[in-house]
């Protein structure tokens, strides 16, 4: 029987999409916000219905999404929200740091002064969501900044690619931010960051993005004892 949640969340609607490319997105989007688990099957019925598209901008959707790692289609049994095994979110996040390592460096050589200050804003409210506890609010700040630095870099691929990376992390970042103790820990790696970009400082904003991120890749491994994801 499903649950409150699932029926809620299969009564969503998109805004009629009537491409592939904008079911691909709402769909995309969808699955980063959590809305679908890994190993979760995506029935192509259901999914018309919701992303109101049809069966064969949906099945382009879906080939969509597999190149970019996120689904899994297979013959005979459909797609379905694929997983990713801590070994293998290991590799994808050493690969992420050396991409947004790139990213840090390009932000801190084209920071305009106001995006300074947004980001010493955004620092502000990381260190007060620690103090209150308040993790999920630290999480969401996490993302807007690492967001932020890739806007101010302009780096289309490197956008993309982070993106498609982020993607298929989503449960294992989740996973992260419920570590106790791991927002005391990653709040002076974010100040480090903004401090190097604000500096305009691109060698170090490079330097403390990738120790922010193999921090990231250290408490991965500590997440062990979980086994496969």
Known sequence: MASEHDTERRAARVSAPTTAAQARDALRDAILRGEYLPGERLVEAQLCERLQASRFNVRAALQDLAAEGLVEVQRNRGAQVRKVSLAEAVEITEVRMVVEGLIAARAAERVTPEQATELDEIAVLMRRAVEAGEHRRYSDLNVR??????DIAGHRTA????????GQLVRHQYMLSMLPGRPQASLP???RIITAIRD?????????MRDHISSVID??????YLGPA
């Open 200 to 208: 305009r400082d691109a060698r170090a904003a490079e330097a403390a």
């Open 189 to 191: 790696q974010h100040e």
């Open 159 to 166: 956008d993309r690619i982070v993106e498609t990376l982020r």
């Open 219 to 224: 408490a991965l491994r500590s997440m062990d």
């Open 145 to 150: 900044l690492h967001a932020l630095v890739r």
